[in-house]
């Protein structure tokens, strides 16, 4: 079992900038897949950022050039850097991560949601 721990969100002002942190338990796991996903008020959860252990990266359109997701291995965090806030981006984030357990199992794991809300 993978536990998943989000922070960073908040209020910030349009064009402002918010880091969010996704911390997964420490166990014998490996994270073949890291995303992170919102979901605003009366709309379908949708996928943000997404970025896989050999390296390929993808973004919705809408934050390409203004997200930026990475991990810290030492760490075991995933990061969603958010630059140029718009209020189109407030919304309820999850992290969420695809992994491989010691069985050889995969599963995936979400984080509770935390709430980033721009305005002025």
């Known amino acids: 079992q993978v536990q998943l721990v989000e922070s960073g969100g908040g209020l910030v002002q349009p064009g402002g900038s918010l880091r969010l942190s996704c911390a997964a338990s420490r166990g014998i796991y490996t994270i073949y897949r890291m995303s992170w996903y919102r979901q605003a008020p009366g709309k379908q959860r949708e996928l943000v950022a997404v970025?896989?252990?050999?390296?390929?990266?993808n973004y919705a359109d809408s934050v390409k050039g203004r997200f930026t997701i990475s991990k810290d291995n030492a760490k075991d965090t995933v990061y969603l850097q958010m630059n140029s806030l718009k209020p189109e981006d407030t919304a309820v984030y999850y992290c969420?991560?695809?992994?491989?357990?010691?069985?050889?199992?995969?599963?995936?794991?979400w984080g509770q949601g935390t709430q980033v809300t721009v305005s002025p």
């Open positions: 969420s991560l695809g992994v491989v357990l010691a069985s050889g199992q995969t599963n995936d794991y």
């Open positions: 970025k896989f252990s050999g390296g390929n990266t």
